[in-house]
């Protein structure tokens, strides 16, 4: 039976949470008194026991909450954990929804024991049912009552955005078109035409967040600027050209200079991206055209179907 070790709360974050008696969770917040709870995707963190204890034998010498952890887990392998599973312990209800985090700045943690494995070892949780949990519940992993929806996130590459001298109108049009086709837009980004700043998003949505399927527009022109492209090929783990190539070709049929395009669609891990163009009509043309074969390729990606040949019997 796998259980909860401790129960850890702080006033602020970046510092060390100490162990409570009693946590009481409230649905879409967090933990009551902790300094992580709000509405935002991050608002209980967990830890394996395993973990500390492996840190320690290294000559760590760090107590439960040492790390900025909420719930220590004792017997379930956090790490086989995907963002959407369930655990559940008496009332209380999460939902994974990422797994390791970036370390911006090294907190007050990382200067007292010299390293942090949250980043690495963490997982994510956000409040589904609200409950009151104690050291020595039990804590388990339960079947989902629905499939998780496809989960979207778009990021809008333009310089001048950046800076507010204009609109960005092309990230929102991306961001209905998905919500009309059953998708579930979970962060929408924008950034300047910056390579470094493209790629560290796209790896921490492909990797920690695992996002189904990410949207770019902007930057795949000809200009010194753009370079949605590059950034998106050297992220990417598999090509997918067959997307960036029927979008390109029915978009000749409107304008010669869709051959202008350098856009790309790849897959990281089991997250697939694609590159649109940079105007709001050009975005609504480009989902048109692959709107359909979407869903299958997600799926896959998922492993939640199987794309079997069809085997026509002769009778």
Not at 24 to 35: A, K, R
Not at 39 to 47: A, E, N, T
Not at 53 to 60: C, E, I, L, R
Request: hydrophobic content about 40%; overall charge neutral.
């Amino acid at each position: 039976m796998a259980k909860i070790i401790a129960l850890c709360t702080s006033k602020h974050k970046g510092t060390e949470k100490q162990p409570i008696s009693e946590a009481i969770f409230i649905e879409n917040y967090g933990i009551q008194g902790d300094s992580h709870a709000g509405q935002w995707h991050r608002q209980v963190s967990l830890l394996n026991k395993e973990a500390i204890d492996d840190f320690n034998a290294k000559g760590g010498k760090v107590t439960y909450g040492a790390f900025g952890e909420n719930i220590v887990v004792e017997g379930l392998d956090l790490a086989s954990l995907k963002v959407g599973d369930i655990l559940t312990s008496n009332d209380l209800v999460l939902e994974i929804t990422q797994k390791g985090k970036e370390c911006h700045d090294h907190c007050a943690i990382y200067y007292r024991v010299g390293e942090c494995i949250m980043p690495r070892l963490g997982v994510f949780a956000v409040v589904t049912h609200g409950g009151v949990v104690h050291p020595n519940d039990e804590i388990k992993q339960i079947e989902r009552s629905e499939p998780l929806p496809f989960q979207a996130a778009v990021i809008t590459l333009s310089d001048s955005c950046s800076r507010k001298e204009k609109e960005d109108v092309s990230g929102p049009t991306l961001v209905t078109l998905l919500k009309e086709n059953g998708y579930q837009v979970i962060e929408t980004i924008l950034l300047p035409d910056e390579k470094a700043l493209l790629k560290k998003e796209l790896i921490r949505l492909c990797d920690q967040r695992q996002v189904d399927l990410i949207l770019t527009t902007g930057g795949t022109g000809f200009t010194a600027r753009d370079i949605t492209p590059e950034a998106t090929l050297e992220v990417m783990e598999k090509n997918a050209p067959g997307i960036a190539e029927a979008i390109r070709a029915e978009s000749l049929k409107i304008t010669s200079h869709a051959m202008l395009s350098r856009a790309v669609a790849v897959i990281r891990g089991k997250s697939l991206i694609i590159n649109f163009p940079g105007s709001p009509k050009a975005c609504e043309e480009a989902f048109r055209v692959i709107k359909e074969a979407l869903p299958h390729g997600i799926g896959l990606l998922r492993g939640s179907i199987r794309d079997c040949a069809r085997i026509n019997k002769k009778h």
